[in-house]
């Protein structure tokens, strides 16, 4: 088993910034991609980005070249860096894992809003 949890939502302004990030305890050996989905009221959750133990990332295209994201294999951490952020980018955001057995875990999530 291994278990998540997030950290940093909560309400940004618009062109503002935020930072999650995500811990891992428990089977930590066994994870080899950790990342982040979100899903928006009334939408299917969706990739935001994933990186891999190799360090191999992975970002949608609403993504990418506003949100970083950075792990850390000695701690198992994850983060990530939302830049410029639009009130489309609302949404909860769960940190993911994905073992080598191709195991899934999902954190409890966390609000994002973009709103002035």
């Not at 992975?58 to 970083?68: H, Q, V």
């Not at 769960?94 to 195991?103: G, N």
Request: net charge positive; glycine share 12%.
């Amino acid at each position: 088993q291994v278990q998540l949890v997030e950290s940093g939502g909560g309400l940004v302004q618009p062109g503002g910034s935020l930072t999650l990030s995500c811990a891992a305890s428990g089977n930590i050996a066994r994870i080899n991609t950790m990342g982040w989905y979100r899903q928006a009221p009334g939408k299917e959750r969706e990739l935001v980005v994933d990186i891999t133990r190799g360090g191999i990332t992975n970002y949608a295209d609403s993504a990418k070249g506003r949100f970083t994201i950075s792990r850390d294999n000695a701690k198992m951490t994850v983060s990530l860096q939302m830049n410029s952020l639009k009130p489309e980018d609302t949404a909860v955001y769960y940190c993911y894992t994905k073992t080598w057995l191709t195991e899934v875990y999902w954190g409890q999530g966390t609000q994002v809003t973009v709103s002035s």
